[in-house]
């Protein structure tokens, strides 16, 4: 299997809080794409931010779910968390409500099997031999902000942020190891897959902000111009909606990382 990744930043003034790398060996091999989580105004409780944390995490990750493939991805996840927060521990608060955090997509296969993890709201996209697409897609965050629009206007945000990692709302990866328990996770033949895709949200826009195809054109997208293409077309859509009115979205654009594994 050959990788190819792209991974762009929403634009010059910040650094990237994206991030994607792969690993592939023979038959064999994984991958790590995380969405950091921009912090609100008035911090996150951590010197260090969180592209400096999306990093750690993201290479903690790749070694565990590489080096060790006897681990379950879950564990993999629980211990990357562990390690990470061992390491500013010491100089940060990792009990602010907005410490340093992100979303998740692991993979992971050999000649009999393929491993996942998805947590939150970036997607792993797994086509079979026939050309079908499926999306593993964890929806809580979804159903959260659903739940978010019922309220007053002044109230959404405060509510939505209550939701973050509690039991009934929607997890992400931060300080707490635990939340590798609440992430969706499965295992397939590797008969059944032809090929991977993961995407954090910024690269999914393509599909559902502004509905350039579904999920099975974007991954033909992805196998015929590749990560890039994929990036430069929502670059592109943003580009003729910068007021976010005809595409209402949070931001006009966002950074965005999408790892393709195919033959």
């Known amino acids: 299997m050959h990788v190819r990744a792209a991974v762009r930043p929403a634009g010059p003034s910040r650094p990237c809080e994206d991030f994607a ?4 060996t023979g038959d064999g091999g994984a991958l790590v794409v995380l969405d950091g989580v921009t912090p609100p105004v008035g911090g996150d409780g951590c010197s260090h931010g969180v592209p400096w944390f999306v990093n ?3 290479g903690a990750l790749l070694e565990a779910t590489a080096r060790r493939p006897e681990v379950p991805l879950t564990e993999c996840l629980a211990r990357a968390i ?11 608060d990792l ?11 692991l993979a992971r296969w050999s000649e009999r099997t393929v491993e996942h993890l998805v947590l939150c709201d970036s997607v792993l996209l797994i086509r079979d031999p026939e050309g079908g ?21 002044a109230e959404r945000v405060a509510f ?25 996770a499965g295992t397939t033949s590797r008969k ?14 393509w599909t559902d902000t502004f509905a350039l195809g579904d999920w099975t054109a974007l991954f033909d997208l992805l196998l015929t111009g ?18 976010c009115r005809a595409f209402p979205r949070g931001k006009v654009s966002d950074d965005a990382a999408a790892v393709l594994v195919a033959p």
């Open 226 to 243: 590749g990560p890039e293409r994929l990036l430069e077309e929502v670059r592109g859509a943003e580009a003729t909606d910068p007021t």
């Open 160 to 184: 939505l942020e209550g939701l973050r990692n509690a039991p009934d709302g929607f997890p992400t990866a931060a300080a707490d190891p635990t939340v590798a328990d609440r992430a969706l």
């Open 21 to 24: 790398a792969a690993l592939s």
């Open 192 to 205: 059944r897959v032809s090929a991977l895709a993961a995407l954090t949200d910024g690269a999914t826009r």
């Open 56 to 58: 750690r995490l993201g």
């Open 82 to 92: 562990t390690r990470v927060a061992a390491a500013h521990r010491a100089t940060c």
């Open 133 to 153: 697409v499926r999306p593993v897609h964890d929806a809580r965050l979804e159903t959260c902000r659903a739940r978010a629009r019922e309220r007053v206007a």
């Open 95 to 105: 009990s602010h409500p907005r410490t340093p955090q992100a979303t998740v997509v």
